[in-house]
Structures are given as C-alpha cells and as structure tokens.
C-alpha cells in the first residue's frame, strides 16, 4: 500500500508570510496532484507533477516533485487569507490498481 | 461544460436506515469515482466505474455499493447505516492525467 505523509498537519500564520508544506513518501508515484479544500467543498486540482525534479508555478504557489518522485512540497508566499484551506496531496502509481492515494492534509489558516 | 456535480448536499439518517446518493460527472466523461471523507481517516477511496462497470474498489464493507447508468450518472447506496458513516461522500471526474481528480461539492451525509 502507498502512503502520503503531509506536515505539518496545522499551520496557522499571519497575511504575507510564507509557508511550505511537505508531502512524503518512501513509494515512487508516476503523479502527484495537489488540492485545496474549503469546508463543506470538494478538494479543487491545482497542479499535477510529473517528472522527478520538476517545478510548476501557480501565482504565489510553487510546487516541487523530488528527484526520485517519492515527496514533493508547496511553497506559498505572501500568503492571503484566502489562501486558507485545506491542502491535499495525492498520488498514483501501479501498485494501487489505478487509485489515487490521498495524504491527510495540512489545515492552513491565514490571519489577515 | 457543467462540472461534477452531486445531490443531496446535505442528509441526515437514522442508524439502520439506508441512503442513497446521486452524482452526475463532468459532461462526456464516462468514468466516476466515489470517495469518503471523514476527519479521522481522511479521504478514502470507495469505489470507481466506468461505462456502467465497477473498475476498481476500495476496503470497506459491503453495505457500501454502486452503480452507474447508461448516462454516467451514478449513485452510492449504503445500507444499515451506522454513527461511523456520517461523512462527506464525494464523486469525482477524471482529469486528462490519470490520477488526476475533478470533485463534486459533495453530499454531507449525518448519521444519528
């Protein structure tokens, strides 16, 4: 079974700071997507990582796959209070039979 | 196109009763995946269909099942319901990488 560890699991944090958030594995994924989720909503895609190494910008949002595509990371700066939420991160890979593996979040709160 | 989307989006049961929950997926697609998401366990995965067939299932019980009609549209039956069930019940689309996920809002399911 693959697993996803994300840390930390809460980050509280004041307007225009930044944060990063870690996504760990000791299984290889061929993808990893992250999301945010606001409560009562369903996770939103805000990127797939393919390719070990690779770095997607989105805005203020950077993400990174490692190397040996087993962890990746999120780096938001100056963060906004709409930034708030919870980021997930999820992969797949052979092993699981097509299914996406989802890690249990990090709850991000930005104080305005 | 209309994104995923899911009725009811809230309900409330009795323990012992039995629920049903609707989903359309994302215009054309044919695939649909069904997810529980609770505070203790996180996002799990329930089960997956595509074009009326069960394509992969997740660990839990058989008083949790599926079907999909010849529209795509799906519903998620669970029978004999339990405290534990009450969770947010999302449905997905497939994105163009294969483990990539578009969600519903989701069905906020309370069991009492």
């Known amino acids: 079974t693959q697993l996803l560890e994300q840390s930390p699991q809460f980050l509280s944090i004041q307007e225009g700071e930044n944060l990063t958030v870690y996504c760990n594995s000791s299984?290889?994924?061929?993808?990893l997507q992250w999301y945010r989720q606001e409560p009562g909503e369903g996770p939103v895609l805000l990127v797939t990582?393919?390719?070990?190494?690779e770095v997607k910008k989105l805005k203020r949002l950077t993400f990174q796959f490692g190397d040996a595509r087993k962890d990746s990371s999120l780096h938001i700066t100056a963060a906004q209070p709409g930034d708030t939420g919870l980021y997930l991160c999820?992969?797949?890979?052979?092993?699981?039979?097509?299914?996406?593996?989802f890690g249990d979040g990090t709850t991000l709160t930005v104080k305005p | 196109k209309a994104g995923v989307t899911q009725t009811p989006r809230y309900l409330i049961k009795t323990r012992g009763q039995q629920v049903t929950l609707s989903c359309s997926p994302i215009s054309g697609h044919r695939s649909v995946s069904w997810y529980q998401q609770t505070p203790g366990q996180g996002l799990q995965f329930l089960f997956e269909y595509f074009s009326e067939t069960q394509r992969n299932k997740g660990n839990f019980p058989g008083r949790f099942s599926g079907r999909q009609f010849s529209n795509s549209r799906s519903e998620m039956n669970v029978s004999t319901l339990e405290l534990g069930d009450s969770a947010l019940y999302l449905c997905a689309s497939p994105g163009t990488d294969l483990y990539e996920q578009y969600f519903g809002p989701g069905t906020r399911l309370t069991v009492t």
């Open positions: 999820a992969g797949g890979g052979r092993t699981n039979a097509g299914k996406s593996t």
């Open positions: 299984s290889v994924f061929s993808s």
């Open positions: 990582v393919v390719t070990g190494g």
